[in-house]
């Protein structure tokens, strides 16, 4: 078997398409000796595609589509193996396709039907014979090995989990080191392909990476991270192969895998929009400034504007110098990286409008009034819009008017990891003026965001002050430490806080950040690839709570509770044992004619739990006992003993 891996990216749902570009790989790959074509999983219907799955013609569409892909590939001799999404018996599964010999095999469903009177799951991994080589189909050979025959000689891992940056799996051979992989290989023996989808889908990134690992764990076949590309190599189980790998494997670097993949992210995007021209908001801010690098990056300078927005209402001079100094950072920008700049009027035109107004409906009328000249200008030119807002924004938006941007590329990134990826970028090509790239911009960022966090908090102007007193109790590099430790890694109050002084500010932090969950859900679409994505943190969006920690307090659990009752149950239980022994002794005492006493000497001699021959004995006694009581039938009572009677036995008159 000669195995060629197709690292391709399409538009997902356009099925003619796609066949078109899996017929043309299937060809170069036979051009170079393969036997077997891998397709990435996501391409017909998405990562989620809902109830896309329970319309019965896209279903007929995409097997109408599998079975020309078979038809074209039989003069090959090439057989291919495609994951699709279908609704099987109501559940939603990755089912996989096998074209072979003109025929379509759907290779989950098959299995079922052929074990319909075992039970199997439909999760479970295909395995099945393959040009002499036993192959089994995954989409977690690590979660699986143990469901996989002992004689297989190669797992096809298909990815379905989108790239997220504590899992090194999910970016492909970047990550394979931090993996379990080469350890699994080595201990079963066998090869393993790992087939990674390459592209951005909906609000998720894959960055590619495919590899073939032979029986030792050596990389032989390596595709490009973030590229299109196809890689081929023979597996012949048992026998050791040179690598053929064209290019050192690559070392994980964190902000050039994230910078690589907004570029793509931001270039699919736009493309799948229908647009080919984009203008973004352009401030002397790192975030705006990453923004340009990223745009023009991915698409090219021609087809990037810049809008600058001119500040209104000068009244001193220190505030004419600071103006000018930002428009100049704003011309170097454009310069450097050859753009169309455009200065818009920062304010409306009529000022009176503003008089009167609160400070939060000054803010918002002002933002508003950018909102809509930006989206009118983008608009009229046909130009897709873009937003430099961050996560740390996101996190601090609180109320907003409707932003107008179609994808916010930073929305995953938090002001501290944009400035990490400008350094890196930094050593290529400067993204901009030393001075925005430092951390003294990102506390200037951090501290306009939260003075306009609290301006917009309310209406009571005087609320608002008190608010803003108590929030200079913060440092910048503390509001960044908060938030970071609140939303990525879930932490409560008590395990934020610095210092136990700190508690109100703190605590008022978080409730900004509660307070703009129903914003965030009418922010602009954002590529998710952090450890907790607001769109997957998403809570409720009128829920008046936030986590304020314990004060202390033991964390109270439903589980302790459940065990609580049930060690109840078992003293109850404990309780009615000991109860019934009592019971069941006055029972055979007086069925035997022996005093409770004398019976309980003999169980105690013998116990209850002891040899063979003790029980004999006691058996022995009793028999006795018996012949005696049968002898002489008024002993029992010339002893004192009562008869038994039902009154008397309430163990078994309630059993």
């Known amino acids: 078997m000669k195995l060629a891996i197709a690292q391709i990216h ?10 078109e570009r899996i017929v043309k790989q299937a060809r170069l790959a036979h051009e170079q000796g393969a036997t077997v074509l891998c397709i990435p999983a996501p391409l017909f219907s998405g990562v989620v595609p809902g109830s896309l799955l329970e319309y019965d013609n896209f279903e007929h569409h995409l ?44 290779l989950r469903l098959t299995a079922r039907l052929r074990r319909e009177n075992t039970p199997m799951d439909l999760w479970a991994p ?12 995954t989409v977690d050979a690590i979660h699986d090995i143990h469901e996989i025959q002992h004689d297989v000689d190669l797992i096809i891992q298909f990815q379905i989990n989108p790239m997220r940056l504590e ?19 080595q201990d079963e023996q066998l090869w393993l392909a790992h087939v990674a989808p390459v592209g951005a889908y909906d609000d998720v990134l894959y960055a590619g990476g495919s590899f073939i690992l032979d029986h030792t764990g050596e990389p032989v076949a390596v595709a490009q991270s973030c590229r299109e590309d196809l890689i081929l190599h023979d597996i012949q189980p048992g026998i050791p192969q040179a690598s053929h790998i064209p290019y050192k494997t690559p070392e994980w670097i964190h902000e050039e895998l994230i910078w690589e993949g907004l570029c793509l992210s931001l270039r699919e995007s736009v493309d799948a929009a229908g647009f080919s021209q984009v203008v973004l908001p352009l401030k002397a801010q790192l975030p705006h400034a990453l923004l340009l690098d990223i745009a023009v990056q991915a698409l090219g300078p021609r087809k990037v504007s810049g809008v600058y927005f001119k500040p209104q209402g000068i009244r001193t001079k220190t ?71 961050t996560k740390t924004h996101a996190a601090l938006i609180v109320e907003a008017s409707v932003d107008p941007a179609y994808m916010a590329p930073l929305g995953d990134l938090s002001l501290v990891e944009c400035m990490y990826v400008a350094q890196y970028r930094a050593h290529m090509r400067p993204v901009a003026p030393g001075r925005i790239e430092s951390g003294k911009n990102i506390e200037q960022i951090t501290n306009a965001l939260v003075q306009r966090a609290v301006q917009v908090y ?16 913060l440092a910048p590099q503390e509001v960044l430490t908060v938030l970071h430790k609140h939303i990525d890694e879930g932490s409560s109050l008590d395990e934020v ?30 590529p998710m690839f952090s450890t907790r994505p607001f769109s997957e943190r998403s809570w409720p969006l009128h829920l008046n709570w ?11 659990r439903a589980r302790d509770l459940a065990e609580a009752e049930s060690k109840r149950f078992e003293e109850l239980g404990s309780d009615a044992v000991e109860r019934m022994q009592r019971e069941v002794l006055d029972l055979m005492s007086s069925f035997f004619g022996i005093s409770r006493d004398e019976l309980q000497q003999m169980s105690e001699e013998a116990g209850a739990w002891g040899s063979h021959e003790d029980r004999a004995r006691m058996e022995q006694q009793f028999r006795d006992a018996l012949r005696q009581g049968q002898e002489s039938p008024q002993r029992g009572s010339e002893q004192g003993v009562p008869m038994p009677h039902m009154g008397m036995v309430p163990f078994f008159s309630l059993n």
Do not use: W
């Open 10 to 19: 399409m538009h997902i749902g356009d099925i003619d398409a796609i066949s």
């Open 63 to 106: 097997l109408l589509a599998f079975e020309d892909i078979a038809h074209e590939l039989e003069p090959l001799g090439l057989a291919c193996i495609i994951p699709a999404a279908l609704a099987i018996e109501g559940v939603h599964m990755l089912e996989l396709f096998l074209l072979k010999e003109g025929r379509v095999i759907p």
């Open 126 to 137: 295909p395995v099945f014979d393959l040009d002499d080589v036993r192959v089994a189909l």
């Open 167 to 185: 899992d090194p799996l999910s970016i492909g051979i970047s990550g394979l080191s931090d993996t379990e992989l080469v350890q699994l290989v």
């Open 319 to 389: 505030e004419q110098a600071r103006a000018e100094r930002e428009f100049a950072i704003i011309q170097q920008l454009a310069a450097a990286y050859h753009i169309q700049l455009h200065v818009l009027e920062g304010e409306p035109h009529n000022q009176e409008a503003l008089q009167g107004l609160s400070m939060k409906q000054q803010v918002l009328m002002r933002e508003a009034h950018m909102a809509h000249a930006f989206e009118q200008f983008a608009r009229q030119r046909h130009m897709y819009m873009l937003s430099a807002l």
């Open 458 to 473: 309310g209406t009571n102007d005087k609320e608002l002050k008190r608010i803003a007193r108590l929030m200079k109790g």
């Open 497 to 526: 806080l610095s210092t136990p002084e700190s508690y109100a500010e703190v605590s008022m932090l978080l409730h900004l950040v509660a307070r703009g969950e129903a914003v965030r859900e009418r922010l602009p679409l954002t």
């Open 546 to 556: 936030v986590d304020l920690g314990r004060s202390g307090m033991p964390a109270r």
